[in-house]
T-cell receptor, first 113, second 109 residues
Framework: DAGVIQSPRHEVTEMGQEVTLRCKPI?????LFWYRQTMMRGLELLIY????????DSGMPEDRFSAKMPNASFSTLKIQPSEPRDSAVYFC???????????FGPGTRLTVT | QKEVEQNSGPLSVPEGAIASLNCTYS??????FFWYRQYSGKSPELIMF????GDKEDGRFTAQLNKASQYVSLLIRDSQPSDSATYLC?????????FGKGTMLLVSP
């Protein structure tokens, strides 16, 4: 398997623009997680899905952030409108079962100017 | 609020020495404990996990857990320059992980 796939790897955008990050989990993994990593706050869980259903979105910072998982092989994290404080590395991770090892994608480095 | 605390470092050790990385957590209901390694510009990768009190060894790595003290540690024996990275402690409660901010380890040749 290719592992968790994320795109784009780098994104530079201007404040106010919409940003969409994409993730393809490992096939057969029922859980998908979106994280954000910054120097100040470390690695924070934003939202996670089980069998394509959002289970806990309490980590989503505000209404500008939304996430979807329309099928077992694809998820998106959208920021609209983006702000400079959203600049971070966004990771997607998946695991086959509750409590299992989480496999991380390569991340998307987002810069909002 | 679940908290996982780590010393940010850097922890500097000479090649061949033992590196000791520590982590404390606040949630007594935490069920399992993970150590991830993250190289600069890369994604976290799992090194070890531990569920029960005591020690768990895997090659040069030993994880130690003391639930009464809410303390987890990672020992790296015979440290190599390639071990230089940030080590993230993660604590699991049900389906989610809470990560510490990581300790940077520098192993000098």
């Amino acid at each position: 398997d290719a592992g968790v796939i994320q795109s784009p790897r780098h994104e530079v955008t201007e404040m106010g623009q919409e940003v969409t990050l994409r993730c393809k989990p490992i096939s057969g993994h029922d859980y998908l997680f979106w994280y954000r990593q910054t120097m100040m706050r470390g690695l924070e869980l934003l939202i996670y899905f089980n069998n394509n259903v959002p289970i806990d979105d309490s980590g989503m910072p505000e209404d500008r952030f939304s996430a979807k998982m329309p099928n077992a092989s694809f998820s998106t994290l959208k920021i609209q409108p983006s702000e400079p404080r959203d600049s971070a590395v966004y990771f997607c991770a998946s695991t086959p079962h509750q409590g299992g090892e989480q496999y991380f994608g390569p991340g998307t480095r987002l810069t909002v100017t | 609020q679940k908290e996982v605390e780590q010393n940010s470092g850097p922890l500097s050790v000479p090649e061949g020495a033992i590196a000791s990385l520590n982590c404390t957590y606040s949630d007594r209901g935490s069920q399992s404990f993970f150590w991830y390694r993250q190289y600069s510009g890369k994604s976290p990768e799992l090194i070890m996990f531990i569920y029960s009190n005591g020690d768990k060894e895997d090659g040069r790595f030993t994880a130690q857990l003391n639930k009464a003290s809410q303390y987890v540690s990672l020992l790296i024996r015979d440290s190599q320059p390639s071990d230089s990275a940030t080590y993230l402690c993660a604590v699991r409660t049900y389906s989610t992980l809470t990560f510490g901010k990581g300790t940077m380890l520098l192993v000098s040749p």
